[in-house]
Every structure is written in C-alpha cells, then in structure tokens.
C-alpha cells in the first residue's frame, strides 16, 4: 500500500480485468498447442529486461507493451513486419494484465483474431513448459 490519499475513476487491475472479459483468454495448453502452427504469432510483451532476467517461450516475437500499437501499424516508421491482420495473435506478459489490454488495443486497431495467455509467462513457468535464455544486447557500441 502507497501512502497516496487519493482516488481514481479506474483502476490498472480493473483495467485488465475489463480488457481479459472482452477478449479471448488461452491456456498454457492452447498455446502450447497452436505455438507451431504457420499463422500464430506468440508475443512476447513484457519488458526486454524481463525477457532478459527471465528468459522467454521459445519461438516468439518480441514487441514491448509501449511499442505494440505502434509496431503494429503500417504507417508508423516503427511498423514490424511479423504484423499483419491474416495472423492469429497470442500476448503474453508476466501475470496476463497487460497482455489483456494490449490484446484489446489490437482488436480495437482492426486485428480479428487476437489472445492472450491466461497467467502469462508465470503460468507457462508453472506449468514446466520449454523456456529460453534470451541474452543482453550489448549496446555499448550504439
């Protein structure tokens, strides 16, 4: 608890309680099932410091929560190319919270077929699923 006195209209859990009513939710073991096929793209949406400190799912794509609308937009010059409409998308993040709203924000940007992973990277942790390390760039050199 924050020492803070004062309320809000709304709060972040309440949020991504709203945002996970109004889209797909998938198990650990629906993902773990449609990981492979060609047209799922599994996102991985926490921050590349957690991907860092925690590894991540094997075979995904890496699109922060601040930067997805962004890289999901063609006519953005942050547009990702593993974007596109005629994709299936899963999200995950690390407790399912923010993969929700970003899965929402999706939706709401024109993409049909969008998801995410009901306790996130937690549950998959949990549930002793195949993870990776993914190691730290060195961008001394930048």
Not at 66 to 73: I, N
Not at 89 to 105: D, F, H, M, T, W
Request: one cysteine or more; hydrophobic letters at 40%.
């Amino acid at each position: 608890m924050t020492d803070a006195d004062f309320d809000l209209d709304q709060r972040a859990w309440g949020l991504a309680e709203a945002a996970d009513a109004a889209v797909e939710s998938v198990t650990v073991d629906v993902l773990d099932a449609e990981r492979g096929r060609d047209d799922v793209v599994v996102l991985d949406i926490r921050d590349i410091r957690e991907v860092w400190i925690e590894g991540s799912i094997p075979d995904v794509e890496h699109a922060p929560r601040g930067m997805v609308e962004f890289w999901a937009d063609p006519e953005t010059t942050y547009y990702k190319d593993f974007f596109h409409p005629e994709n299936r998308y899963v999200l995950y993040c690390n407790e399912g919270g923010r993969s929700a709203l970003a899965a929402e924000r999706l939706e709401a940007m024109g993409y049909p077929d969008v998801a995410h992973l009901e306790g996130g990277f937690t549950a998959w942790q949990d549930a002793d699923k195949p993870t990776v390390d993914v190691p730290q760039k060195d961008y001394a050199g930048r």
